[in-house]
């Protein structure tokens, strides 16, 4: 373990070396989700509330999302999609360690430095929208159970982007893939906007896939509008889809090195 933990406070170390480019990232994000609101604003018409959101309930929804993103939003996809096409995960192969263990821990570090930015700039925005928004009051037990989704997130980010990254093995052009992913978890995650403003039919099909716990349900716990029985229902299926993901990981990765020794790396 104490190598994965040297590998996640030097990639910290790193990710403060390239500060001013993760920073100008995070605003460019930030302001992208900042329009979000002023759309829903004007669809709310004189309606007090829509999908079980108020105006000041919405607004805040959009504030969070840069948080819960920097942490549940994987790119090591782009990473590990180098090192194969690259040659370099010969290198990885040799190392004592989990290749995927590695890469997650990797990342880890410039996650905590994507959430130290972000959160900066949603104390800056705060004192200025703080007559349109509303505050988080949690109880204990509510407050675990966003912890839990939180934890659910990361992971399901994560080995959806290596899942996509080790594709590689077979092409190197997994971008349709990407953009698939990106364009279904857009919608499915809460990006766009919150499900609850979706078809019916919609909402009963997403509860059923590992999206919303990216980024609608760790929010929505914040918000307090969703109930225990629902999140525990997506604590349920984001288990399987746990398992689901971590078995299709491990078999591109042992599928996949084996194309590496064939040919030669």
Known sequence: MKKYL??????????????????????????????YP???????????????????????????MPLIDSLTLSYVWDDMGKHVREGTIGQYLAKPMSYLAFMFFSEAGSRVVRFLLSLL????VIPFARH??????????????FLASLAFGVGLGFLTASALGLISFWTTRSDWALHSWWALSAFAAGYVAPTTLYPPTFQIVISYLPYSLLIETPIRILLDTITTPEVIHRFLVGAIWLGLLG???????????????????
């Open 6 to 35: 040297y590998v996640f406070i030097t990639n910290i170390k790193e990710a403060f070396m390239w500060r001013e480019n993760l920073f100008i990232w995070i605003v460019i994000n930030a302001l992208t989700y900042a329009v």
């Open 38 to 64: 002023f759309i829903f604003i004007a669809i709310y018409g004189n309606r007090e509330e829509l999908g079980g959101y108020t105006r000041a309930m919405l607004v805040t929804y959009f504030i969070l």
């Open 121 to 124: 700039i949603v104390a800056i």
């Open 132 to 145: 349109f928004i509303v505050l988080p009051h949690l109880s204990l037990p509510r407050f675990f159970l």
């Open 247 to 265: 078995g299709l990981n491990a078999y591109i990765w042992r599928r996949g090195v084996r194309r590496v020794d064939i040919v030669g790396i």
